[in-house]
Protein backbone atom coordinates (compact mmCIF):
# COMPACT_ATOMS: atom_id res chain seq x y z
CA UNK A 1 0.00 0.00 0.00
CA UNK A 2 3.04 2.07 1.14
CA UNK A 3 4.46 1.31 -2.36
CA UNK A 4 1.62 2.04 -3.96
CA UNK A 5 1.45 5.83 -2.85
CA UNK A 6 4.89 6.30 -3.62
CA UNK A 7 4.14 5.70 -6.90
CA UNK A 8 0.99 7.39 -6.81
CA UNK A 9 3.07 10.51 -5.61
CA UNK A 10 5.80 10.10 -7.98
CA UNK A 11 3.47 9.33 -10.59
CA UNK A 12 1.84 12.77 -9.83
CA UNK A 13 4.65 14.72 -9.57
CA UNK A 14 5.90 14.23 -12.38
CA UNK A 15 2.68 15.03 -14.10
CA UNK A 16 2.20 18.14 -12.29
CA UNK A 17 5.92 19.53 -13.62
CA UNK A 18 4.98 19.75 -17.02
CA UNK A 19 3.00 22.90 -18.05
CA UNK A 20 2.13 24.99 -21.24
CA UNK A 21 3.31 28.50 -21.29
CA UNK A 22 0.63 30.92 -22.52
CA UNK A 23 1.74 32.54 -25.85
CA UNK A 24 1.36 35.99 -26.90
CA UNK A 25 1.00 35.80 -30.31
CA UNK A 26 -1.76 33.45 -29.81
CA UNK A 27 -3.71 36.60 -28.09
CA UNK A 28 -2.71 38.87 -30.69
CA UNK A 29 -3.90 36.79 -33.54
CA UNK A 30 -6.74 35.59 -31.69
CA UNK A 31 -8.02 39.72 -31.04
CA UNK A 32 -6.99 40.23 -34.94
CA UNK A 33 -9.33 37.94 -35.71
CA UNK A 34 -12.15 39.15 -33.52
CA UNK A 35 -11.81 42.83 -34.76
CA UNK A 36 -11.79 41.35 -38.00
CA UNK A 37 -15.04 39.29 -37.73
CA UNK A 38 -16.73 42.64 -35.84
CA UNK A 39 -15.82 45.25 -38.73
CA UNK A 40 -17.13 43.21 -41.54
CA UNK A 41 -20.11 41.55 -39.55
CA UNK A 42 -23.69 40.88 -40.70
CA UNK A 43 -24.35 39.18 -44.31
CA UNK A 44 -20.86 40.49 -45.54
CA UNK A 45 -19.52 38.27 -42.42
CA UNK A 46 -21.84 35.59 -43.19
CA UNK A 47 -20.83 35.71 -47.29
CA UNK A 48 -17.31 35.29 -46.46
CA UNK A 49 -17.76 32.35 -44.25
CA UNK A 50 -15.64 29.51 -46.54
CA UNK A 51 -18.98 27.56 -46.71
CA UNK A 52 -20.99 30.33 -47.77
CA UNK A 53 -18.74 31.18 -50.39
CA UNK A 54 -18.55 27.89 -51.75
CA UNK A 55 -22.07 27.13 -51.56
CA UNK A 56 -22.76 30.74 -53.67
CA UNK A 57 -20.06 29.87 -56.41
CA UNK A 58 -22.19 26.32 -57.02
CA UNK A 59 -25.43 27.99 -56.59
CA UNK A 60 -23.71 30.82 -59.68
CA UNK A 61 -22.22 27.96 -61.30
CA UNK A 62 -25.59 25.74 -61.84
CA UNK A 63 -27.61 29.19 -62.67
CA UNK A 64 -25.32 30.00 -65.56
CA UNK A 65 -25.13 26.03 -66.82
CA UNK A 66 -29.18 26.04 -66.61
CA UNK A 67 -29.39 29.61 -68.55
CA UNK A 68 -27.22 28.89 -71.06
CA UNK A 69 -28.72 25.32 -71.69
CA UNK A 70 -32.45 27.32 -71.42
CA UNK A 71 -31.04 30.27 -74.20
CA UNK A 72 -29.52 27.47 -76.76
CA UNK A 73 -32.61 24.79 -76.76
CA UNK A 74 -35.43 27.43 -77.28
CA UNK A 75 -36.55 28.05 -80.50
CA UNK A 76 -36.71 31.34 -81.60
CA UNK A 77 -39.83 33.03 -81.80
CA UNK A 78 -41.82 33.52 -85.19
CA UNK A 79 -41.68 37.21 -85.89
CA UNK A 80 -44.67 39.43 -86.28
CA UNK A 81 -44.50 41.81 -89.30
CA UNK A 82 -46.47 44.33 -86.55
CA UNK A 83 -43.68 46.10 -84.70
CA UNK A 84 -46.09 48.92 -83.32
CA UNK A 85 -49.75 50.09 -82.79
CA UNK A 86 -50.67 51.80 -86.21
CA UNK A 87 -48.93 48.60 -88.14
CA UNK A 88 -51.32 46.31 -85.49
CA UNK A 89 -54.31 48.16 -86.78
CA UNK A 90 -53.29 48.45 -90.38
CA UNK A 91 -53.33 43.89 -90.35
CA UNK A 92 -56.52 43.77 -88.76
CA UNK A 93 -59.30 42.72 -91.07
CA UNK A 94 -61.32 46.02 -91.88
CA UNK A 95 -65.05 46.43 -90.72
CA UNK A 96 -67.91 46.68 -93.33
CA UNK A 97 -69.23 50.06 -93.61
CA UNK A 98 -72.90 48.81 -92.99
CA UNK A 99 -71.80 47.40 -89.78
CA UNK A 100 -70.76 50.80 -88.65
CA UNK A 101 -74.11 53.00 -89.87
CA UNK A 102 -75.78 53.49 -86.85
CA UNK A 103 -78.85 55.43 -86.28
CA UNK A 104 -78.73 58.45 -83.80
CA UNK A 105 -81.74 56.70 -82.00
CA UNK A 106 -79.85 53.45 -82.13
CA UNK A 107 -76.79 55.01 -80.64
CA UNK A 108 -78.78 56.86 -78.15
CA UNK A 109 -80.37 53.50 -77.48
CA UNK A 110 -82.34 52.42 -74.06
CA UNK A 111 -79.84 54.33 -72.05
CA UNK A 112 -82.02 57.42 -71.62
CA UNK A 113 -85.27 55.31 -71.32
CA UNK B 1 -8.10 30.46 -10.02
CA UNK B 2 -8.89 34.15 -10.10
CA UNK B 3 -10.15 36.08 -7.12
CA UNK B 4 -13.90 36.25 -6.85
CA UNK B 5 -14.55 40.62 -7.08
CA UNK B 6 -11.94 40.13 -10.10
CA UNK B 7 -13.46 37.27 -11.70
CA UNK B 8 -17.02 39.35 -11.57
CA UNK B 9 -15.71 41.80 -13.15
CA UNK B 10 -14.56 40.00 -15.88
CA UNK B 11 -17.09 38.56 -16.20
CA UNK B 12 -19.10 41.67 -16.41
CA UNK B 13 -16.88 43.45 -19.23
CA UNK B 14 -17.19 39.96 -21.09
CA UNK B 15 -20.79 40.15 -20.93
CA UNK B 16 -20.24 43.63 -22.60
CA UNK B 17 -18.02 41.79 -25.53
CA UNK B 18 -14.77 43.99 -24.12
CA UNK B 19 -12.03 42.62 -25.95
CA UNK B 20 -8.77 43.88 -23.04
CA UNK B 21 -11.57 41.44 -20.49
CA UNK B 22 -10.46 38.84 -23.18
CA UNK B 23 -7.23 39.77 -23.05
CA UNK B 24 -6.94 39.64 -19.00
CA UNK B 25 -9.15 36.57 -19.08
CA UNK B 26 -6.35 34.89 -21.77
CA UNK B 27 -3.49 36.06 -19.66
CA UNK B 28 -5.02 34.69 -16.10
CA UNK B 29 -6.17 31.46 -18.12
CA UNK B 30 -4.09 31.02 -20.75
CA UNK B 31 -1.55 28.78 -19.46
CA UNK B 32 -4.50 26.39 -18.23
CA UNK B 33 -6.35 26.41 -21.62
CA UNK B 34 -3.01 25.61 -23.19
CA UNK B 35 -2.04 22.81 -20.73
CA UNK B 36 -5.61 20.90 -21.25
CA UNK B 37 -5.55 21.41 -24.72
CA UNK B 38 -1.58 20.55 -25.60
CA UNK B 39 -1.93 17.97 -23.42
CA UNK B 40 -4.72 16.11 -24.74
CA UNK B 41 -4.54 16.67 -28.22
CA UNK B 42 -0.34 16.46 -28.55
CA UNK B 43 0.39 18.64 -30.93
CA UNK B 44 1.15 22.34 -30.35
CA UNK B 45 -0.39 23.49 -33.44
CA UNK B 46 -3.73 21.96 -33.08
CA UNK B 47 -3.67 22.82 -29.13
CA UNK B 48 -3.55 26.37 -30.25
CA UNK B 49 -5.89 26.40 -32.79
CA UNK B 50 -8.33 25.07 -30.55
CA UNK B 51 -7.35 27.79 -27.87
CA UNK B 52 -8.17 30.32 -30.46
CA UNK B 53 -11.03 28.90 -31.32
CA UNK B 54 -12.16 28.94 -27.43
CA UNK B 55 -11.52 32.55 -26.75
CA UNK B 56 -13.72 33.04 -30.24
CA UNK B 57 -16.40 31.17 -28.56
CA UNK B 58 -15.97 33.04 -24.92
CA UNK B 59 -16.11 36.10 -26.67
CA UNK B 60 -19.64 35.01 -28.48
CA UNK B 61 -20.92 32.61 -25.77
CA UNK B 62 -20.07 34.77 -22.96
CA UNK B 63 -23.50 37.27 -22.79
CA UNK B 64 -25.04 34.36 -22.22
CA UNK B 65 -23.03 33.06 -19.04
CA UNK B 66 -24.45 33.19 -15.97
CA UNK B 67 -21.31 32.54 -14.41
CA UNK B 68 -22.71 29.89 -11.94
CA UNK B 69 -19.97 27.19 -12.43
CA UNK B 70 -17.27 30.01 -12.37
CA UNK B 71 -14.91 31.55 -15.37
CA UNK B 72 -12.02 28.66 -14.98
CA UNK B 73 -14.31 26.10 -14.89
CA UNK B 74 -16.49 27.25 -18.09
CA UNK B 75 -13.56 28.27 -20.01
CA UNK B 76 -11.67 24.93 -20.04
CA UNK B 77 -14.79 23.57 -20.30
CA UNK B 78 -15.13 24.61 -23.84
CA UNK B 79 -11.74 23.82 -24.62
CA UNK B 80 -12.46 20.13 -23.69
CA UNK B 81 -14.93 20.06 -25.60
CA UNK B 82 -13.38 21.84 -28.84
CA UNK B 83 -9.97 19.13 -27.94
CA UNK B 84 -12.84 16.32 -28.02
CA UNK B 85 -14.41 17.45 -31.40
CA UNK B 86 -11.13 17.55 -32.83
CA UNK B 87 -10.53 14.32 -31.51
CA UNK B 88 -13.45 12.68 -32.55
CA UNK B 89 -13.64 14.14 -36.43
CA UNK B 90 -9.73 12.44 -36.50
CA UNK B 91 -8.15 15.16 -38.28
CA UNK B 92 -4.97 14.19 -37.27
CA UNK B 93 -3.09 11.34 -35.15
CA UNK B 94 -2.67 11.90 -31.64
CA UNK B 95 0.81 11.96 -30.40
CA UNK B 96 4.31 12.27 -32.22
CA UNK B 97 6.62 9.59 -33.91
CA UNK B 98 8.25 7.38 -31.13
CA UNK B 99 11.59 8.99 -32.01
CA UNK B 100 10.33 12.57 -31.58
CA UNK B 101 10.10 13.93 -27.95
CA UNK B 102 6.44 14.18 -26.81
CA UNK B 103 6.78 16.87 -24.85
CA UNK B 104 8.55 19.25 -27.27
CA UNK B 105 6.38 18.08 -30.04
CA UNK B 106 2.90 19.09 -27.65
CA UNK B 107 5.06 22.32 -26.46
CA UNK B 108 5.04 21.38 -23.21
CA UNK B 109 7.53 22.80 -20.81
CA UNK B 110 8.71 21.00 -17.36
CA UNK B 111 9.63 22.54 -14.28
CA UNK B 112 12.25 21.46 -11.77
CA UNK B 113 10.74 19.45 -8.85
CA UNK B 114 12.41 20.16 -5.46
CA UNK B 115 13.54 16.52 -3.61
CA UNK B 116 13.60 14.72 -7.05
CA UNK B 117 15.99 11.87 -6.76
CA UNK B 118 18.03 13.23 -9.88
CA UNK B 119 19.60 9.60 -10.05
CA UNK B 120 16.34 9.03 -12.08
CA UNK B 121 16.18 8.85 -15.89
CA UNK B 122 14.31 11.80 -15.70
CA UNK B 123 14.18 12.35 -19.20
CA UNK B 124 13.25 9.18 -20.57
CA UNK B 125 10.50 9.00 -17.43
CA UNK B 126 9.08 11.91 -18.62
CA UNK B 127 8.91 10.68 -22.54
CA UNK B 128 7.30 7.33 -21.36
CA UNK B 129 4.51 8.71 -19.27
CA UNK B 130 3.77 11.43 -21.40
CA UNK B 131 3.71 8.26 -24.33
CA UNK B 132 1.55 6.42 -22.02
CA UNK B 133 -0.81 9.71 -21.64
CA UNK B 134 -1.52 9.80 -24.88
CA UNK B 135 -2.17 6.11 -25.78
CA UNK B 136 -5.39 6.55 -22.48
CA UNK B 137 -8.77 6.46 -24.13
CA UNK B 138 -9.71 10.28 -24.46
CA UNK B 139 -12.05 10.23 -21.53
CA UNK B 140 -9.51 8.86 -19.03
CA UNK B 141 -6.97 11.38 -20.22
CA UNK B 142 -8.97 14.55 -19.51
CA UNK B 143 -9.51 13.40 -15.92
CA UNK B 144 -5.54 12.88 -15.49
CA UNK B 145 -4.30 15.86 -17.07
CA UNK B 146 -7.21 18.01 -15.11
CA UNK B 147 -6.63 16.32 -12.02
CA UNK B 148 -3.32 15.17 -11.63
CA UNK B 149 -1.69 17.73 -13.98
CA UNK B 150 -3.82 20.94 -13.71
CA UNK B 151 -4.52 20.39 -9.58
CA UNK B 152 -8.29 20.55 -9.98
CA UNK B 153 -10.31 19.81 -7.31
CA UNK B 154 -12.48 16.79 -8.37
CA UNK B 155 -15.71 19.02 -7.87
CA UNK B 156 -14.38 21.24 -10.27
CA UNK B 157 -12.60 18.30 -12.26
CA UNK B 158 -15.93 16.66 -12.99
CA UNK B 159 -18.01 19.72 -13.63
CA UNK B 160 -15.46 20.71 -16.73
CA UNK B 161 -16.07 17.40 -17.93
CA UNK B 162 -19.35 17.20 -17.19
CA UNK B 163 -19.75 14.35 -15.33
CA UNK B 164 -20.40 12.97 -12.03
CA UNK B 165 -17.73 12.98 -9.76
CA UNK B 166 -17.79 9.00 -8.88
CA UNK B 167 -17.73 8.70 -12.74
CA UNK B 168 -14.47 10.90 -12.89
CA UNK B 169 -13.41 9.18 -9.88
CA UNK B 170 -13.17 5.66 -11.45
CA UNK B 171 -11.86 7.37 -14.79
CA UNK B 172 -9.01 8.67 -12.85
CA UNK B 173 -8.47 5.21 -10.79
CA UNK B 174 -8.53 3.09 -14.01
CA UNK B 175 -6.18 5.73 -15.68
CA UNK B 176 -3.63 5.78 -12.82
CA UNK B 177 -3.68 2.09 -13.07
CA UNK B 178 -2.75 1.73 -16.54
CA UNK B 179 0.32 4.29 -16.13
CA UNK B 180 1.48 2.87 -13.43
CA UNK B 181 1.47 -0.34 -15.31
CA UNK B 182 3.07 1.11 -18.33
CA UNK B 183 6.06 3.27 -16.54
CA UNK B 184 6.77 -0.08 -14.16
CA UNK B 185 6.90 -1.85 -17.02
CA UNK B 186 9.24 0.24 -19.18
CA UNK B 187 11.59 0.68 -16.34
Redesign the interface.
Known sequence: MVEHDD??RT?????????????PV??T???A???A?ERVGGFLGWLMRPAALASSMAALALSVALSTTLVLNTEPKVSTTETNLSDALLAMPSTPLEELNVTSEQAIGEDTL | MLPEPREAEIIARLRAKDLDALGELYRDLGGAMLTLARSILKSRDEADDVVEDALMRIHRAAPGFRGERGLRTWTLRIVANLCRDRLRRGKFSAGPPEELDPLAHAGLVVDPVAGWDRNLDLERKLAALERALGELPADQREAVILCDRMDLSYEEAAATLGISVGALKSRLFRARDTLRAKLGGKE
Open positions: EDLTDILRSVRAEPDLWRARRLEG
